[in-house]
């Protein structure tokens, strides 16, 4: 069987998001489609004294483009801003030193060209390096698809030879699993419930942050607050 998810890229995801990828084999970048303004392909959360605040890339305004289609601004100002962002609100946190010069590198001495390369570099080196996730990735414009919405998609997880798709619960509402079962490919839904609590600064405890909230307060351990407490539950059964 060959699991696979397809999903657009976004920035400094959360921990959901590294659990889908952990659990499949194939991982497929999904940015030859419409960029969604005031989504997670440009901003996400981190946690302050004074709540969550938002850490944004500047994209622009445009709304008629393809997320692979975002430029980004070749002023480094808010990469810089970006830095000293997470450094003032996580610089003593217990493994906030383990992950800086990562960081530093991709926000002080990286010039990134578009959205999607900046998304899926961060994404593919926190999966491999910092959480040791063996999956493999791919881009979905490396094939040639047609069509639009879920017969694209269905199109693409034939070429790619899925026998299983993982999707986002959220997909429920639109995705017609007789579709997939005609093309047979068994479909199935990511249970995001049960992630445990981990010590995180300013209570209340909130799940739906940047994965760098994770690392930074957890470290090497932050794969069991992602999947491990989940396959330990299994084994005690």
């Given at each position: 069987m060959t699991r696979v998810a397809v999903l657009q890229s976004n920035y400094l995801p959360w921990k959901g998001y590294f659990d889908i990828i952990h659990d499949v084999e194939l991982f497929v970048f999904y940015d030859d489609v419409?960029?969604?303004?005031?989504?997670?392909r440009n901003?996400?959360?981190?946690?302050?004294p004074s709540g969550p605040l938002w850490l944004t890339v500047p994209v622009g305004t445009a709304l008629?483009?393809?997320?692979?289609?975002?430029?980004?601004p070749?002023?480094?100002?808010?990469?810089?801003?970006?830095?000293?962002?997470?450094?003032?609100?996580?610089?003593?946190?217990?493994?906030?030193?383990?992950?800086?010069?990562?960081?530093?590198?991709?926000?002080l001495e990286c010039a990134w060209a578009t959205l999607s390369e900046l998304n899926q570099y961060?994404?593919?080196?926190?999966?491999?390096?910092?959480?040791?996730?063996s999956t493999n990735f791919a881009?979905?414009?490396e094939y040639a698809l047609t069509g639009r919405r879920q017969e694209r998609l269905l199109q693409l997880l034939q070429a790619v030879g899925a026998t299983e798709y993982l999707s986002g619960p959220a997909a429920r509402s639109y995705i017609d699993p007789e579709a997939f079962a005609q093309a047979g490919i068994h479909l199935r839904y990511k249970d995001y419930a049960g992630?445990?609590?981990?010590?995180?600064?300013?209570p209340p405890f909130?799940?739906?942050?940047?994965?760098?909230?994770?690392?930074?307060?957890?470290?090497?351990?932050?794969?069991?607050?992602?999947?491990?407490?989940?396959e330990e539950g299994r084994s005690g059964d």
């Open positions: 419409q960029y969604t303004r005031n989504d997670w901003r996400n959360r981190i946690k302050t008629d483009r393809r997320i692979c289609d975002v430029t980004l070749p002023d480094p100002r808010w990469a810089e801003k970006h830095w000293k962002t997470l450094r003032q609100y996580y610089g003593k946190a217990p493994y906030f030193a383990l992950y800086a010069d990562l960081l530093r590198h991709v926000y961060l994404i593919r080196t926190i999966s491999r390096d910092l959480l040791g996730i881009d979905s414009r992630y445990p609590e981990y010590p995180q600064f300013h909130d799940h739906h942050v940047t994965i760098l909230d994770l690392l930074f307060h957890t470290g090497p351990q932050a794969p069991y607050y992602i999947w491990g407490w989940r």
